[in-house]
T-cell receptor, first 112, second 115 residues
Framework: DAGVTQSPTHLIKTRGQQVTLRCSPK?????VSWYQQALGQGPQFIFQ???????QRGNFPDRFSGHQFPNYSSELNVNALLLGDSALYLC???????????FGPGTRLTVT | AQSVTQLGSHVSVSEGALVLLRCNYS??????LFWYVQYPNQGLQLLLK??????LVKGINGFEAEFKKSETSFHLTKPSAHMSDAAEYFC?????????????FGTGTKLQVIP
């Protein structure tokens, strides 16, 4: 079992650009959540996808959007990047109705 | 609403000494509680969880935590620290919100183990 995988590992972008991050959930999981972890902070919930729909969202602007595919993998898109978007982006998967989440290794995004 | 407070952003212990990382939560309904560990440049790994039942929960790597409802606490302990325990630890609370689990993390505690 490969667990939760994320790509890319690291990414450097310029202010104003757009970025797409990818996540494959653990085998058997159908729910994907995305978190932003700024340096020295705990993870902040961005949104959660289930059955290809966003069903929960944290306090993040519309610049943050996502998608879930029929195979349960997911993408996080961020438009009009700001310096403050620099962070570790974590993907977590779970089975619907269950509280235990499994985290991927994260994507380190640096905005210059 | 729910929140998590981790007392002490940095904790240092000697190798072999007791590890105690503090976590207090607030939640309007009975919560599920978690401790995660994060090693540098890695994702979060679940150490242990409390859902229902026994209030003393044992996890991986010799860690355990006790749910104390009266104190709204879920402190993490390990009798004897090992060098490999040096990492950042996050407490999290989860509750059912509109049929979904809503998870809130604390700000983390960095554990330093001194040889």
């Amino acid at each position: 079992d490969a667990g939760v995988t994320q790509s890319p590992t690291h990414l450097i972008k310029t202010r104003g650009q757009q970025v797409t991050l990818r996540c494959s959930p653990k085998s058997g999981h159908d729910t994907v959540s995305w978190y932003q972890q700024a340096l020295g902070q705990g993870p902040q919930f961005i949104f959660q996808y289930y059955e290809e729909e966003e069903r929960q969202r944290g306090n993040f602007p519309d610049r943050f959007s996502g998608h879930q595919f029929p195979n349960y993998s997911s993408e996080l898109n961020v438009n009009a990047l700001l310096l403050g978007d620099s962070a570790l982006y974590l993907c977590a998967s779970s089975s619907d109705g269950f509280y235990e989440q499994y985290f991927g290794p994260g994507t380190r995004l640096t905005v210059t | 609403a729910q929140s998590v407070t981790q007392l002490g952003s940095h904790v240092s212990v000697s190798e072999g000494a007791l590890v105690l990382l503090r976590c207090n939560y607030s939640s309007s309904v009975p919560p599920y509680l978690f401790w995660y560990v994060q090693y540098p440049n890695q994702g979060l790994q679940l150490l242990l969880k409390y859902t229902t039942g026994a209030t003393l929960v044992k996890g991986i790597n010799g860690f355990e935590a006790e749910f104390k409802k009266s104190e709204t606490s879920f402190h993490l302990t390990k009798p004897s620290a090992h060098m490999s325990d040096a990492a950042e630890y996050f407490c999290a609370v989860s509750r059912n919100s509109g049929g979904y689990q809503k998870v809130t993390f604390g700000t983390g505690t960095k554990l330093q183990v001194i040889p």
